[in-house]
């Protein structure tokens, strides 16, 4: 009763945490990116503007970065339940004491601590942007979506992920498969920090953005999905996946 109970748990966790982490967060990145949207025009101030421009934008669209802020922390919540549920779920597939579910958890709370911090620097960028001067406006707007270090940390959870899913069937292989096509996109994050700008833009280019958040986030919610959707998988029976046995020959 008492297991049961725990996966259930672990269910509800992993589908509200993964589907409702990665929504907020897209909502979130709109607001701040997007304040006219539909209109996507004003977009949001890159890397490549001006002092002047980065802070005139933060000045003038104050309130939906705040808002895309606050929402982004409220993720925070959800995040954490999913790096959770996938710790669990990994943890049961592996046999109880797996080093692939360890690393995830790792990674996906440290994942939530980044975003903590590109939270906090947004925060302020926006807070009274016409009071601290354009040059500590800039410097808020550069921390707040400095990617590159961060890399490591989101390529290594999907990595952990889709090895264990491969490897023990903790999910359904399509969700293992797609986190290893997305854990090496997450390396695009790293151009940018030696000067390389517009399509590998953090805040608006193709690859520094799209290719990058714009496929850890999607695999949050389908994760999200797929725990909801799928039994956790047995230990006897993933170890005998993982070995080529058949699960009686493993008992």
Do not use: K
């Amino acid at each position: 009763m008492g297991q049961h109970s725990s996966s259930s748990t672990d269910r509800w966790f992993g589908a509200l945490g993964g589907i409702a982490f990665g929504a907020l967060t897209i909502l979130g990145w709109a607001f701040w990116a997007a304040p006219s949207f539909p209109h996507l025009s004003p977009g949001v101030a890159s890397w490549s503007d001006s002092t002047a421009s980065v802070a005139r934008y933060y000045s003038q669209h104050s309130t939906p970065v705040l808002i895309g802020c606050l929402l982004g922390t409220i993720a925070l919540a959800p995040l954490l339940m999913f790096t959770v549920a996938l710790y669990n779920r990994l943890r049961a597939a592996e046999g109880g004491s797996g080093s692939w579910a360890m690393l995830t958890l790792i990674a996906g709370v440290m994942v939530a601590v980044v975003h903590f911090l590109f939270l906090s620097f947004l925060f302020q960028a926006a807070f009274r942007p016409g009071a601290v001067g354009a040059q500590v406006t800039n410097a808020m707007a550069y921390a707040g979506t400095a990617g590159a270090a961060a890399s490591i940390l989101y390529a290594t959870m999907l990595l952990a992920v889709g090895v264990a899913t491969l490897r023990y069937d903790a999910l359904p292989r399509w969700t293992g498969i797609l986190a290893l096509i997305a854990a090496p996109l997450q390396f695009l994050y790293i151009p940018s920090i030696f000067g390389a700008e517009h399509i590998f833009d953090v805040t608006d280019g193709l690859l520094g953005v799209y290719a990058t958040f714009g496929t850890f986030l999607p695999w949050c919610i389908a994760a999200g999905i797929a725990i909801a959707r799928s039994a956790p998988a047995t230990a006897t029976a993933a170890e005998a996946r993982a070995t080529g046995l058949t699960p009686a020959a493993v008992s």
